[in-house]
C-alpha cells in the first residue's frame, strides 16, 4: 500500500523567521535523517520540500471560469510544505512513520505542524 505523508504547516511559517526560529540547516538535517531511515528501512518511494507560497500560484476554478492567484497564501488555515511518498503494509504502519516524522524541528511557540497520512489511489 502506497501512502503520501504530507507534511502540513502553520501559515506563518511562509513569513520571514522569528528571531526564536529554527535555523533552516536544522530543519532540513531533521528532515534529511528521517529520509534515510525510511530509506534504510526500504519503504521510501521519494520525498521532496516545497518553496515557500509566496513563489506559488493557485488555479481556482468556479463559477465556469478560472482564475490564477498568486501567493502567499495567508487565507489557507494550513500549508502543504513538502511531502514523503512511501509504500508499507498498512495503514497503522503508515501512521507510525508519521509520527516520527520530526516536525517539531520546524515550528516554535503556538505554531502548528501536521503530518497528514493519505493513501494513494490505484487508480488502475
Known sequence: M?????????????????????KPE????????YGEELTRA????A??????SATGARV??????RTVLDG?????????????LIQVGSREEAIEWAKRCPVEYAVTGDQEAVVEVREVADLG
Do not use: I, N, Q, W
Request: glycine content about 8%; overall charge negative.
Open 2 to 22: 502506497r501512502f503520501m505523508l504530507l507534511l502540513k504547516g502553520d501559515p506563518s511559517l511562509d513569513t520571514p523567521p522569528a528571531p526564536d526560529a529554527p
Open 26 to 33: 536544522d530543519v532540513m538535517a531533521a528532515m534529511h535523517r
Open 42 to 45: 526500504g519503504v521510501l518511494l
Open 47 to 52: 520525498a521532496e520540500g516545497l518553496y515557500p
Open 60 to 65: 481556482v476554478y468556479a463559477k465556469g471560469r
Open 72 to 84: 502567499p497564501f495567508a487565507e489557507a488555515k494550513e500549508l502543504v510544505a513538502g511531502f514523503y
